[in-house]
């Protein structure tokens, strides 16, 4: 079984701050991780995805995240946060065959100017 | 390109209605996924189709529920005798999958913009 914990559920940050979400999973096989972002009204966006290639990945928007298999975390940073990045976050695992993606609860990013 | 469209974005129903949601994926994906997402939750699994079969039904909550691909393309998700429960965003996402000589792509699935279900 997988599951995927988001700590969280709301970050609040100020302009140009660190953005940092956390995301901690459970997988019994090699896990695949993602990021989606969803704004108000919209679909999931794919920000970045882990797939046992290089542990630090990064993504669009600034957006990078590093898979720590010791911590079993997979936690989204971006250096300098803007207010175009207030949006929910969604961290997902999925097994080794892909097919169906498991969600965190995900976490609503304010960025305060 | 064209990315994953669903239709209708918006569907209100009364109690005991029948609705159809309809997606259609990224032109070529083979695989494709039905979530629902309630308020303030992440999206679950329903339903993953390869072609035109249901690989992984092991989502869909009870039998009200039944999803068709009839074509390997455009998939409808069924809901009988609806209840308020239901309510919900149902998304659908798409995927490449197969030997396609691009394995790390395999992996990732496109989302539509959702069909928001309100039952009254």
């Known amino acids: 079984a997988q599951s995927v914990t988001q700590l969280g559920s709301h970050v609040s940050v100020s302009e140009g701050a660190l953005v940092l979400l956390r995301c901690n999973y459970s997988s019994s096989v090699p896990p695949y991780l993602f990021w989606y972002v969803q704004y108000p009204n919209q679909g999931l966006q794919l920000l970045l995805k882990?797939?046992?290639?290089?542990?630090l990945v990064k993504g669009i928007n600034g957006f990078e995240a590093e898979f720590k298999k010791s911590e079993t975390s997979f936690h989204l940073t971006k250096p300098s946060a803007h207010m175009s990045d207030a949006a929910e976050y969604f961290c997902a695992v999925s097994g080794l065959y892909g097919n169906k993606l498991v969600f965190g609860a995900g976490t609503i990013l304010r960025v305060k100017s | 390109g064209a990315g994953v469209s669903q239709t209708p974005s918006n569907k209100v129903t009364e109690k005991g209605k029948y609705v159809e949601l309809r997606c259609d994926p990224i032109?070529?994906?083979?695989?494709l996924y039905w979530y629902r997402q309630s308020l303030g939750q992440g999206p679950e699994f329903l339903i993953y189709?390869?072609?035109?079969?249901?690989?992984?039904d092991s989502g869909l909550p009870n039998d009200r529920f039944f999803a068709v691909r009839p074509e390997g393309s455009v998939s409808t998700l069924k809901i009988q005798r609806t209840e308020r429960g239901d309510s919900a965003v149902y998304l659908c996402?798409?995927?490449?999958?197969?030997?396609?000589?691009?394995?790390?792509?395999?992996?990732?699935?496109?989302f539509g913009p959702g069909t928001r279900l309100l039952v009254l």
């Open positions: 189709f390869q072609g035109t079969g249901a690989a992984d």
């Open positions: 032109s070529g994906h083979t695989a």
């Open positions: 882990y797939t046992s290639a290089a542990t």
């Open positions: 996402a798409s995927s490449l999958w197969g030997p396609t000589g691009r394995y790390q792509d395999q992996e990732t699935q496109y």
